[in-house]
């Protein structure tokens, strides 16, 4: 019987997550802070544009979290720090240069934490590459921000020393020039929805993408404990997106998508968390095990060649692209509170 269907390694992503969204809303903070404190027209215009990015990347951080599959608490030495610092922004005792200052090392953390957690999921699963890639967007606009910071806390230094502006010259340019590339780079390489709301289609997709990588991997293992931890995802990768998508996109699609249908949906979805559940009691050394997951595999795959076909074909046909914005916010908020009730509390580690 599967009986421990978290890993180690796999929770200790999950808790970086939850430091890098930490973080990244003190930085949509103390973005907003330094709008109100700024005086310089082009610095305000950068911070203004930096502060749109990374209003967008929490949600990107948001979705990636959801699609990860395992909710967490962030460090209690990251929440430290991040009250720290926050009573310092709202503070008088450090200077504009002082803060962003404090702000760009913020930024140095939160590019190095995007860097460690790819590296990490190169050494757990293809799986969780897949659900971490929209952190390349995140990473590489977070990389472009640092150098324009570089270029404001020049700008402001040589005034706090001198009175004076600074000369920019050749090395403003260079900044300039290695900020724009990253953010292009960024761009090119993620190919996501980076400059919009992803759409449910999307969202489906991609946990369509994440299982069948998963099932690859625990068909392609010999290790009893790679096997139980790849279908203890499996089992709450599926379950949690059955159950948003029940509770919100089968009522949704219903009218349009037509009764019988959306019920072969249902029906289908039914018969897939019996099968979990009699896997789940089986022996992963026993050599029933991976059969019952190839017939699990099997019924999974057909499911999703329906709703990314006809499904999918449906929702274009009928709903707008806000509306399908709406769903697909409402279907990740659906899954979160399922993944959390999975794992018992943020911090639990069984299901």
């Given amino acids: 019987m599967v009986t421990t269907l978290d890993d180690t390694k796999r929770n200790a992503i999950a808790m970086k997550l939850a430091d890098m969204k930490l973080i990244q809303q003190l930085l949509i903070e103390n973005e907003q802070l330094f709008l109100r404190e700024s005086t310089d027209a082009e610095i305000s215009d950068r911070l203004r544009k930096m502060l749109e990015d990374d209003q967008k990347n929490q949600g990107v951080l948001e979705t990636t979290i959801v699609q990860y599959g395992i909710q967490k ?25 002082e803060k962003i200052f404090k702000h760009e090392l913020l930024k140095h953390q939160q590019v190095m934490s995007g860097v460690v957690i790819h590296k990490a999921a190169q050494k757990v699963g293809a799986d969780v590459m897949a659900a971490i890639s929209p ?3 995140v990473n590489f606009e977070n990389r472009a921000h640092q150098e324009q910071l570089k270029g404001i806390l020049e700008v402001l230094g040589v005034r706090e020393l001198t009175g004076q502006d600074a000369d920019h010259g050749i090395w403003g340019r260079v900044q300039d020039a ?9 761009s090119a390489v993620t190919q996501t929805s980076d400059k919009k709301d992803m759409n449910i289609q999307d969202v489906i997709r991609m946990d369509h993408n994440k299982v069948n990588i998963l ?5 392609q293992s010999n290790d009893p404990q790679k096997i139980q931890e790849y279908f203890g995802q499996i089992y709450k990768d599926l379950t949690a997106h059955a159950e948003a998508e029940e509770e919100v996109v089968y009522p949704r699609v219903r009218s349009f998508y037509g009764e019988s249908d959306t019920q072969e949906l249902y029906d289908e979805q039914a018969q897939m968390k019996r099968w979990l559940e009699e896997i789940r009691a089986i022996n992963p050394s026993a050599s029933e095990f991976k059969d019952r997951v190839r017939n699990l ?6 499911h999703i060649r329906q709703e990314e076909s ?32 999975l794992g018992g509390t943020k911090t639990g580690a069984n299901v």
């Avoid at 099932?215 to 068909?219: A, R, W, Y």
């Fill in 297 to 302: 595999m099997d019924l999974v795959g057909d």
């Fill in 310 to 341: 006809k499904m999918f074909a449906a929702i274009r046909n009928n709903l707008s692209t806000e509306q399908t914005e709406q769903l697909a916010t409402q279907f990740k908020a659906a899954k979160s509170r399922i993944q959390e009730r």
């Fill in 73 to 97: 608490e962030p460090a209690q030495m990251v929440e430290e720090m991040c009250n720290t610092i926050r009573q310092l922004m709202q503070g008088s005792q450090l200077s504009f240069y």
């Fill in 178 to 186: 290695i900020a724009a590339f990253s953010g292009a780079v960024g």
């Fill in 135 to 137: 952190l390349n967007t």
């Fill in 215 to 219: 099932f690859t991997e625990l068909l």
